[in-house]
């Protein structure tokens, strides 16, 4: 930045010492070689590309204040959609630990019922059947059990 304004003001200086009015003395003294005027002073694209690169190098200092401006105010809504995203990201990681936390209180009670039925397949009379019905009955309460795991598992996940 400081090489581009410093430039400006040499080619203002130069502009300044071309255009002065000549004092008496200088009028009859000797000149010599004179600079020419094109290379001494820029032309209509040097002043163009001067007048943009400083008000481009002018703007670059000022703060940027986009976020006060209600066109572009993105930055603060888009930290504002973050913050409730995260919000609900939290909420639904709640809701899915207290989701396992019940499955795996229906599985605990299920496999307490399996091991009821259990007990009372080894406690059940077998002369009822005698010998040769205890296979019959074993195959019976096993589909009985599985009915009641598929019922249970049914009720704690939901669809």
Same mark, same amino acid.
């Given at each position: ?5 410093? #430039?400006?003001? !040499? *080619?203002?200086?130069?502009? +300044? *010492?071309?255009?002065? @009015?000549?004092?008496?003395?200088? $009028? #009859?003294?000797?000149?010599? &070689? ?9 032309? +209509? ?5 001067? @007048?943009?690169?400083? $008000? ?5 200092? @000022? ?18 959609? %973050? =913050?409730?995203? %995260?919000?609900?990201?939290?909420? /639904?990681? *709640? ?6 936390? $019940? ?6 009670? &299920? ?6 039925? =259990? ?6 009379? @077998?002369?009822?059947?005698? *010998? =040769? /019905? ?11 059990? +599985? +009915? !009641? ?6 009720? $704690?996940?939901?669809?």
């Amino acid at each position: 930045m400081a090489t581009a304004s410093s #430039h400006l003001l !040499q *080619v203002l200086s130069i502009r +300044r *010492v071309h255009n002065a @009015l000549p004092t008496s003395s200088e $009028t #009859h003294a000797y000149k010599p &070689a004179s600079i020419p005027c094109t290379a001494a002073l820029p032309g +209509r694209r040097q002043w163009l590309f001067l @007048l943009t690169a400083t $008000t481009t190098l002018k703007a670059l200092e @000022l703060p940027s204040r986009a976020e006060d401006i209600p066109l572009f105010g993105l930055r603060k809504k888009l930290k504002k959609v %973050e =913050e409730e995203a %995260e919000e609900i990201i939290k909420e /639904g990681i *709640v809701a899915a630990e207290k989701g396992i936390i $019940t499955a795996e209180r229906g599985i605990e009670t &299920a496999e307490k019922e399996i091991e009821t039925t =259990e007990k009372e397949i080894e406690t059940a009379e @077998l002369d009822e059947f005698g *010998v =040769e /019905g205890i296979p019959h009955l074993l195959s019976w309460i096993e589909m009985a059990v +599985r +009915r !009641q795991c598929r019922t249970k598992t049914s009720k $704690t996940v939901p669809a």
